[in-house]
């Protein structure tokens, strides 16, 4: 099959390296050790990736601290730890 090449990945029940099979988007391998099979989605391999890049990320983060900042109380608490840092630094 032209799809199906054969990586080394990390076995999550025990540590060791064993031999998968990479097919379509699916990684498939079998630990002799813990004598069960070792399935990934190709994406778990993604996560890697810095996720402050992601712009899905991104924007969940700006809505979250959007959100947060329409909380008076947050906004006071905020201010008054800027105006602290703000004294702090003149010395
Ligand atoms: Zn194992």
Known sequence: ????KFIKVVCPACGQ????VVRDDRIKGYC???RQY???LVET????KD???????????RAATKKMWQ???YRDKQRAALKKKGM???F
């Open 1 to 4: 099959m032209e799809n199906t």
């Open 17 to 20: 390296q064993v031999e998968a």
């Open 32 to 34: 002799t050790t813990a």
């Open 38 to 40: 070792v399935n990934y």
């Open 45 to 48: 391999k993604m996560e890697k």
């Open 51 to 61: 996720y402050r890049q992601d712009p899905e990320y991104r924007t969940k983060l």
């Open 71 to 73: 909380d008076p109380e």
């Open 88 to 90: 702090k630094t003149k």
